[in-house]
């Protein structure tokens, strides 16, 4: 679990839910990406990065640092 990005998530919408119509996606879709099930695509990465005002460049290290053996 990407304890992480789901912190960014609750700091600007009430459910990921909420979070993931606010970027056109499914929830399911946004689960499968936060559970580590599915990679994010550069698209994917900009369109969270666009719904949690940061930048694409700050999630992918967030995502590259939960995927290192050293974290």
């Known amino acids: 679990m990407n304890f992480a990005i ?3 998530i609750f700091s600007r919408y009430k459910t990921q839910s909420c979070f993931a119509e606010h ?3 499914t929830k399911q879709k ?3 990406i ?7 695509t550069v698209t994917d990465l900009n369109d969270m990065a666009k719904g949690l005002d940061c930048s694409a460049e700050k999630l992918i290290h967030i995502f ?3 995927k290192s053996p050293i974290g």
């Open 6 to 8: 789901r912190g960014l």
């Open 64 to 66: 590259l640092s939960e």
């Open 34 to 40: 936060l559970l580590g099930r599915q990679e994010p």
């Open 30 to 32: 946004l689960s499968k």
């Open 23 to 25: 970027i056109g996606w």
